[in-house]
């Protein structure tokens, strides 16, 4: 009875400010609610674990993974040590094999890891539905998933040196010229006829997150980097956020989560973060409904979806990626959110989120979420959830982000300096993670 009294006394107090939600009294962000959470999150993780490549599944019993998931896999199991979840010896050659498997994995073109491994072999996967004409050569790199890969990568290699090595044979097979042209990032892949195609890839949030994974080794890219270069005023529920000119548009939590947990949150990165996470409270007050949008994996088709404070006009709205198979679009709390928000900035509706997504626990792991309405289950345990939790677990034990000095993600330089070309075509945000 205390706590929910508690509780709605500071509901009440309006939404809190970065400064006033650092402010908050620690019981809000309780570290056994945080060190539970991850020994949850480690059971899918261990679980899930290939002795042969020291890669993790995706999702439970699918063997294949994006890059994307394989920095989440590598991104837990250092958090699990960290935690000591894992023996360190143990520890020690899961993450020697999982990084050997990157060095022996085989590029696309020789430049970047193809979008998509097995996780039992650490063969390249083919394109799903083309896989016979892509399994040998593969079929292209997403450089948001990249730049996930360098960020984890820095991580370990600034707080483990035993692994510099291995790490630094990894990052040395990649071609960043390739991947990084006129300040902007780029993907590549082969469209349905095999066609090579070039495409600038990132909006607000996932643009600046990749860019900082990439600038973290020296490859900086200065238009990615700068989050006002394509950014456009919006105002949802009366809080004041940043939209991207080129449309195609999620701005949603994970972005902004991870640079914090990983990085910290630095100049307008901090509080565009604040106001995203403000938005959502605002919601919750105008429709009682708990809201923390993300982008998650959902039980049957589409089996993916994006869930945005703002995309291209519309407020709080879900959207599948292009291509996947139809199916309902409903909204979900996030768990992977839900806790991230709750280790950055905690307060009493971080903690009400936290509650909310409770029915997502198993003894095998945690659910992508819950559905807004209802409650039940949205999405399956996976590899991203898992990392989430962990990395949230882990900054809450050392009351810092892992990475104590991350680029900062105003160094973009001044207009003119760089001269963008026109992109012949443009992906917003990783798809399927």
């Excluded at 989440?72 to 958090?79: F, G, I, Q």
């Excluded at 960290?82 to 020697?96: F, I, K, P, S, T």
């Excluded at 039980?299 to 994006?306: E, R």
């Excluded at 996947?324 to 992977?336: D, H, I, L, Y």
Aim: with cysteine.
């Amino acid at each position: 009875m205390l706590k929910r009294i508690v509780l709605g006394a500071v509901l009440a107090c309006g939404l809190a400010s970065p400064a006033a939600a650092q402010r908050t009294p620690p019981a809000l962000a309780d570290r056994d609610l945080f060190d539970g959470a991850a020994r949850t999150a480690w059971a899918y993780v261990n679980a899930n674990y290939n002795e042969r490549t020291g890669w993790v599944n995706s999702v439970t019993g699918y063997h294949y993974a994006t890059v994307w998931d394989l920095a989440s896999s590598l991104m837990a199991l250092y958090c699990a040590d960290q935690l000591d979840l894992l023996e360190g010896d143990e520890y020690d050659r899961r993450m020697r094999r999982a990084l050997q498997s990157l060095v022996e994995a085989r590029l696309f073109e020789n430049v970047a890891f193809n979008k998509m491994y097995s996780t039992t072999t650490g063969a390249i996967a083919g394109r799903p539905g083309q896989e016979a004409e892509t399994e040998e050569r593969g079929y292209g790199w997403s450089v948001l998933d990249m730049g996930r890969m360098m960020m984890v990568l820095r991580v370990i290699h600034e707080n483990q040196p035993q692994y510099r090595d291995l790490i630094a044979q990894v990052v040395g097979r990649l071609n960043f010229e390739r991947m990084i042209q006129d300040g902007y990032l780029r993907g590549e892949d082969l469209d349905s006829r095999g066609r090579l195609r070039r495409y600038q890839e990132g909006r607000i949030g996932y643009e600046q997150y990749a860019a900082t994974g990439f600038a973290a080794w020296g490859h900086v890219a200065p238009q990615a980097l700068d989050v006002r270069q394509h950014g456009r005023p919006a105002t949802v529920l009366g809080i004041p956020l940043l939209t991207d000119t080129r449309g195609d548009h999620h701005l949603t939590s994970e972005p902004f989560v991870m640079i914090g947990l990983e990085v910290g949150w630095s100049g307008e990165m901090r509080e565009l973060a604040w106001r995203v996470l403000a938005a959502q409270e605002a919601r919750y007050r105008q429709t009682g409904t708990v809201t923390i949008v993300n982008e998650d994996a959902v039980n049957g088709p589409p089996y993916f979806l994006y869930y945005s404070v703002y995309s291209d006009g519309r407020e709080f709205v879900v959207e599948p990626p292009a291509g996947a198979p139809e199916g309902p679009a409903s909204r979900t709390v996030s768990v992977k959110g839900a806790f991230g928000w709750h280790a950055l900035l905690p307060s009493a509706y971080t903690w009400l989120a936290v509650q909310r997504v409770e029915g997502a626990r198993s003894r095998t792991g945690w659910g992508a979420g819950v559905f807004e309405e209802s409650g039940r289950v949205s999405g399956g345990e996976n590899v991203n959830t898992a990392a989430v939790i962990l990395e949230a677990a882990l900054y809450v034990a050392r009351g810092r982000p892992l990475m104590d000095a991350g680029p900062s993600q105003q160094a973009a330089p001044t207009a003119g300096q760089t001269t963008a070309s026109a992109p012949v075509q443009t992906q917003a945000g990783p798809a399927g993670q």
